[in-house]
């Protein structure tokens, strides 16, 4: 497994190895791709990771009810049978 921690004292030695004027170049360059990503981001028809959520309890309640009621609903077409 890759160590993140290892990772980023890899990262963090490249970075000290870079020029100033390059540093700066990559930091603008890191906060205008921040901002181009947020913008087309926004844009996408996506949800919250909180209604994401909130939609799965939903849906799993639905599924459990119509368990219950596709039972109900054999048990009643069962009865029926037998009574005919």
């Known amino acids: 497994m890759i ?5 980023e004292e890899i990262a ?3 970075t000290d ?3 100033d ?5 990559a930091n ?7 901002t ?3 913008r087309k981001l ?3 028809d996506v949800v919250t990771r909180e209604e994401f959520d909130v939609q799965t309890q939903v849906l799993i309640k639905t599924r459990s009810k119509l368990a219950d ?6 048990e009643l077409e069962a009865n029926a049978t037998n009574t005919d």
């Not at 603008?28 to 921040?34: A, G, L, S, V, Y």
């Not at 009621?69 to 054999?74: F, I, K, Q």
């Open 21 to 25: 004027g390059l540093k700066t170049l």
């Open 42 to 44: 926004s844009q996408l």
């Open 3 to 7: 160590n993140a921690k290892k990772i």
């Open 69 to 74: 009621l596709e039972a109900r609903l054999a």
């Open 12 to 14: 963090q030695q490249v």
């Open 17 to 19: 190895v870079i020029p």
């Open 36 to 38: 181009v990503l947020q």
């Open 28 to 34: 603008d360059f890191e906060d205008k791709t921040k």
